[in-house]
């Protein structure tokens, strides 16, 4: 299990201070998809990076089977880079321009698993499939593909080393409804299938009661609500989550 | 990105340029009538003629084919120059960028403190110290002028380093050395290589420069600041002989700044 405890994250500019994340817990549970909600610039990618040990919390801590990730653990070991992997928001430029499709998505295999040259394309033409990005993709830089396909190699890319552990940064900003939807139907079944713990974040509420096994709203970088969603946004008793339901605008 | 340089009139003249430079080095020993240092006094400030194009100067040495070999000796400077400084410049400009505050500090302080003093004056100090030669030459404009461009490639890298493909390439378990090599290299150097472009040319002038101060290259060697520096004393009597040089100087000089200024509006507008 990845456990956040506690966790508060201060940026300090001279003399002023910014609170971006305050005494937030979380916990992603393997076969649970959470999803983090809430208004733009209220810490959620910010918690996310504290779960993910991109960047550490100024206190607080992180765990996963008891074994802290806060940084620069994460980046020593090897472990824990495979089974923590994020998605992160813009896919656009979450891609090196340079590196083809197959490059990108086989980089953390090489990284992270060594497998050989066979193992390595097989693996990647599987989540290409399984990714639905024709093989003829393969060869093309990030600056040749749509919305969509960009989202889908990230999403491989963040598959490819079979992480327990996987984060979606604000998955569907960015693209139209009928794309929009789906990624989110992607992201629904590659949970099933794999079983990973998953923690998504987004701003948009109806995204999040489409997706939620489990449901965090975030309010100027508090958790204010985190309770199991079984399909009825009457459960949701925080005003603030009441008012984001209310003000969700449902897909056509 | 080649279409659009072909396309481009200030490239292509500056391509032109470097072509014209470039040849005349390489085929210097077969396009010269003479030999650069063969002197004959019977020949002092020829006029030109079939057998000597340019005339001769105060020595009877033939002026065509010491401009010829003395692009040899500009561009046999100042490759290996651009070379060292191409491969010092990004690999510390990148370890700034990427190794943290402290060392990013240091490399920022110490490459203040060499930018705060003239390139020539460096230069001077450092032939000073290591006596003439084309290896003092060499050394003497590294040294003057490497500061510049770590400074260069360590801006333009930590822009690259705050972009998500750098937070993406961490992730995916890329340590400093390969995300150094593959990732942060790759994306600098379109901008890199207009400097580096750019940075020919002033080499080519700090040569020449120091040719013209007496300075590094043997008084005797065919080389374009040297043939300057000795026509001093002729402006009024034989003014040609400052302005072969002279031209040379300049077609070398804005041959490499046309080319990089054109790099840079072509990449700028890709961007």
């Known amino acids: 299990m990845l456990?956040?405890?506690h966790v508060t994250k201060t940026y300090r500019n001279g003399k002023s201070e910014t609170t971006a994340v305050k005494d937030a817990s979380l916990s992603l549970i393997p076969g649970e998809l959470t999803v983090l909600v809430g208004q733009s610039g209220c810490g959620k990618t910010t918690l996310s990076r504290i779960l993910a040990g991109i960047i550490p919390p100024t206190s607080g801590s992180v765990l996963l089977d008891?074994?802290?990730?806060?940084?620069?653990a994460r980046r020593k070991?090897?472990?824990l880079n495979a089974e923590i992997q994020v998605v992160l928001q813009d896919a656009g430029s979450a891609l090196d321009p340079h590196f083809s499709v197959y490059r990108s998505i086989a980089e953390p295999i090489r990284n992270l698993l060594r497998l050989s040259k066979a193992e390595e394309k097989a693996r990647v033409t599987s989540l290409m499939e399984r990714l639905r990005l024709p093989s003829a993709l393969a060869d093309r830089r990030p600056g040749e593909l749509s919305g969509g396909q960009l989202k889908r190699v990230c999403i491989a890319r963040a598959l490819a080393t079979a992480p327990r552990y996987l984060i979606f940064d604000e998955a569907t900003s960015g693209l139209d409804v009928l794309v929009k939807e789906s990624i989110l139907d992607l992201i629904r079944e590659l949970h099933r299938e794999t079983g990973a713990a998953t923690l998504m974040i987004t701003h948009d509420m109806d995204a999040a009661l489409y997706m939620a096994d489990r449901i965090a709203v975030?309010?100027?970088?508090?958790?204010?609500?985190?309770?199991?969603?079984?399909?009825?946004?009457?459960?949701?008793?925080?005003?603030?989550?009441?008012?984001?339901?209310?003000?969700?605008?449902p897909y056509a | 990105m080649a279409k659009r340089l072909f396309r481009n009139p200030q490239a292509i003249l500056g391509l032109a340029l470097i072509l014209i430079v470039l040849l005349a080095a390489l085929l210097s020993p077969l396009l010269a009538p003479h030999d650069p240092n063969a002197t004959d006094l019977t020949k002092r400030y020829l006029a030109p003629c079939p057998e000597y194009p340019l005339g001769a100067d105060e020595l009877g040495r033939c002026e065509l084919s010491r401009l010829l070999y003395g692009a040899r000796a500009s561009l046999g400077i100042s490759f290996p120059v651009l070379l060292i400084l191409a491969v010092?410049?990004?690999?510390?400009?990148?370890?700034?960028?990427?190794?943290?505050r402290v060392p990013d500090q240091i490399l920022t302080f110490v490459c203040d403190t060499f930018i705060?003093?003239?390139?020539?004056?460096?230069?001077?100090?450092?032939?000073?110290?290591?006596?003439?030669?084309?290896?003092s030459v060499i050394l003497a404009i590294v040294v003057a002028m490497w500061a510049w461009f770590a400074r260069m490639v360590r801006s333009y890298a930590a822009l690259e380093m705050g972009k998500d493909y750098i937070l993406a390439a961490r992730l995916s378990g890329c340590g400093t050395g390969k995300l150094i090599l593959l990732h942060l290299i790759p994306n600098i150097l379109p901008q890199f290589l207009v400097y580096l472009s750019t940075g020919v040319a002033s080499s080519i002038l700090m040569v020449s420069g120091f040719?013209?101060?007496?300075?590094?290259?043997?008084?005797?060697?065919?080389?374009?600041?040297?043939?300057?520096?000795?026509a001093r004393g002729m402006i009024y009597t034989h003014p040609e002989m400052l302005v072969y040089p002279g031209v040379c100087i300049l077609i070398a000089a804005a041959g490499f700044n046309l080319f990089g200024e054109a790099l840079r509006d072509v990449l700028e507008g890709e961007g």
């Open chain 1, 3 to 5: 456990i956040a405890e």
């Open chain 1, 66 to 72: 008891g074994q802290s990730v806060v940084p620069p």
């Open chain 1, 77 to 79: 070991n090897r472990r």
């Open chain 1, 218 to 249: 975030m309010l100027r970088g508090e958790i204010v609500e985190n309770r199991p969603y079984t399909g009825d946004p009457g459960c949701l008793e925080h005003p603030w989550s009441r008012r984001l339901v209310e003000q969700m605008e």
């Open chain 2, 88 to 100: 010092l410049g990004l690999f510390l400009g990148a370890l700034g960028a990427c190794c943290g």
């Open chain 2, 116 to 135: 705060s003093f003239p390139q020539l004056v460096i230069a001077i100090a450092v032939i000073g110290i290591l006596g003439t030669g084309v290896r």
């Open chain 2, 211 to 230: 040719a013209f101060l007496g300075l590094g290259l043997p008084p005797e060697t065919a080389e374009w600041g040297g043939m300057l520096s000795s």
